[in-house]
């Protein structure tokens, strides 16, 4: 919702009343001009009502720098309609269950101000870093410097997941990102880094660092991997992390053009991501209603 544009439920309502949709022949437009429009009684009012689908498996229609897995992601097209509908270039959009950061990506796609929250940091760590988006030359460059030690384990055995030599590339670089996060050296090739190797921890394809496990970000014990392997008759194989990581990142950023990525680089200096309870964002000032 904007600061600017709709201080009130009743301008919000009239706008409503009016609201006509914008079937601009562009390509981001042809779905919101397929919408149907027709009118329901609420209360004795005749409200107008907009039908169509905005979530649809032609995933690859939104932006390709969505694309990170997350639990009960929605697609960009949703968020758009809306932000689009009710708010103005630099008008603030703030989503206070932001998850993967659709919203708040799709917001500054669109040349709004971000605001973000969300109770769980994984949100904040993969939202953030698509705002300063990377060169892939930079990208390769940084993480060839990353040193790997071929010993590194983690402190419990992940040998249900990972084969040896992935696992202590895995280690290696959550040493490296520690390092730097403790040092105060972490910048925005690194918060890219983490962000990527975070989402390909574990999943379904060779993608993934992991054997065939449950999709990113949802967890299963050893014990139960141990089962998944046997019954899959699967032992974890190596998967190069580096390479992984620029593989994915070039996905992310094949639709991005250079001028998108300036407008993303220049949202992210007003950008705000809290990690709070939706109920207690204490950074976000409570605006007067009127
Ligand atoms: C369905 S996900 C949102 C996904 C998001 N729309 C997207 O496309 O990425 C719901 C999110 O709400 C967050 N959440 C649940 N309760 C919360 C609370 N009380 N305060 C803040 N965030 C909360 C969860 O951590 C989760 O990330």
């Given amino acids: 919702m904007t600061e600017t544009r709709m201080t009130s439920q009743a301008e919000l309502r009239k706008y409503l009343r009016t609201f006509r949709l914008n079937a601009a022949p562009t390509s981001q437009a042809s779905d919101e001009s397929r919408a149907v429009v027709d009118h329901i009684d609420i209360a004795g009012r005749r409200i107008p009502r907009f039908t169509n689908e905005f979530w649809t498996a032609k995933q690859r229609q939104a932006s390709s720098l969505h694309e990170v897995a997350y639990r009960a992601c929605f697609k960009g097209q949703l968020p758009r309609f809306f932000i689009r509908l009710l708010s103005g ?19 500054a796609l669109l040349g709004r101000n ?30 060839a410097q990353i040193p790997v030690e071929p010993s590194a384990r983690a402190d419990i055995d992940l040998a249900m997941f990972y084969y040896p030599k ?35 921890l574990t999943g379904h394809s060779p993608g993934f660092f992991s054997v065939y496990t449950l999709p990113p970000n949802q967890a299963v014990s050893p014990e139960s991997q141990r089962k998944i392997n046997q019954k899959r008759a699967q032992s974890p194989d190596y998967r190069d992390v580096k390479q992984l990581i620029l593989r994915k990142s070039k996905s992310l950023l094949r639709g991005i053009s250079p001028q998108q990525a300036r407008q993303l680089a220049a949202i992210a200096e007003n950008a705000r991501f809290f990690t709070d309870d939706a109920r207690k964002t204490r950074g976000i000032p409570t605006l007067p209603c009127s």
Avoid: C, H
């Fill in 89 to 107: 270039a630099g008008d603030v959009i703030y989503d206070p269950f932001s998850g993967r950061g659709t919203t708040a990506i799709e917001a």
């Fill in 114 to 143: 971000v605001i973000a929250n969300d109770i769980n940091p994984l949100s904040r760590m993969l939202a953030k870093p698509r705002l300063r988006i990377p060169r892939p030359d930079d990208l390769a460059e940084r993480l």
């Fill in 166 to 200: 992935t696992e202590a590339e895995i280690v290696s670089l959550k040493n490296y990102l520690q390092t730097r996060r403790n040092d105060g050296n972490e910048d925005t090739l690194d918060a890219w880094i983490r962000m990527i190797a975070t989402n390909r």
